[in-house]
């Protein structure tokens, strides 16, 4: 489904990313892994159009993406979150959620002054899908509150609630388990695992925490200096002897 061919990003003197070729199967949870400073989130930058490669492919199911403002690579059903939760502040949960369902709308108020019917119909749609995630990561019950007040725990779910409502064919997290406690952590994975199962997601994740990583993740690219130095099944991968020099050696 994503495709990136010899991916290279410079910032100035720093190369982030030096030839880097992955492929993301339709279907798979691929990992992301890597010490800090790999050049994991520059890559999901790549990715998402918010710093496109200087040199390199990329392509989704075939379409060449890289080059493309990040919100038309959103409209091709690219969704993701961010490192530090970025919600809309002031606004509740339902409303931060709801606002996943924007790439939907569309700017015409006059449609729904003439075809009410079909303007009814566009807002049971969108309610419909925007309950079913609710319910899938357990968000009832914090719907009404506002989102600067509830645990980080909660705030990443809302963020991953949001980008479930732009049914995406492609989700990219980048560390969704960053600053969550154990408890936090174990949650999240499963909300990820049944999110996969009943939405039929292809999932792109930043990931730090080994266990989440073999819980969760396929197959991974491991990263360092902005290189790859391991790829494939996502046990074998982070066992290569090659990856515990790069996180030993940090
Ligand atoms: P990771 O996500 O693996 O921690 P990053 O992709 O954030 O790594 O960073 C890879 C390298 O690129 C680092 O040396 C970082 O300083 C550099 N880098 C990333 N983003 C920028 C930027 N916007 N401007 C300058 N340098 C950057």
């Excluded at 159009?49 to 959103?74: C, H, M, S, V, W």
């Excluded at 002054?113 to 079909?118: A, G, I, L, S, T």
């Excluded at 990263?223 to 290569?240: H, V």
Aim: with cysteine; charged share 25%; hydrophobic share 45%.
């Amino acid at each position: 489904m994503l495709v990136c061919d010899n991916v290279v990003r410079r910032f100035g003197g720093v190369v982030a990313l030096k030839n880097v070729s992955v492929a993301v199967r339709r279907g798979e949870i691929f990992g992301l892994v890597g010490p800090n400073g790999s050049g994991k989130t520059t890559l999901v930058n790549a990715i998402t159009g918010f710093y496109p490669p200087q040199e390199g492919r990329i392509t989704l199911d075939g379409t060449r993406i890289n080059g493309l403002k990040p919100f038309r690579i959103a409209g091709m059903g690219v969704a993701r979150t961010f490192q530090n939760v970025a919600l809309f502040h002031g606004m509740s949960v339902l409303d931060n959620i709801l606002m996943g369902r924007h790439i939907f709308m569309k700017p015409n108020p006059l449609a729904s002054f003439f075809y009410p019917w079909w303007a009814q119909k566009e807002e049971v749609e969108h309610r419909r899908h925007v309950e079913e995630v609710i319910d899938l990561l357990q968000l009832a019950p914090a719907r009404d509150e506002h989102v600067d007040v509830i645990p980080l725990g909660l705030q990443k779910r809302v963020e991953l609630a949001r980008a479930l409502c732009a049914e995406p064919k492609l989700l990219v997290l980048d560390e969704p388990m960053a600053g969550m406690n154990q408890e936090e952590k174990e949650y999240m994975v499963r909300f990820i695992l049944d999110a996969q199962e009943a939405l039929g997601l292809t999932v792109l994740i930043i990931e730090h925490h080994m266990d989440v990583v073999t819980a969760l993740c396929d197959r991974v690219l491991v990263l360092n200096n902005g290189q790859e130095i391991a790829q494939g099944p996502a046990r074998e991968a982070i066992a290569d002897p090659r990856v515990v020099e790069a996180y030993i050696g940090k």
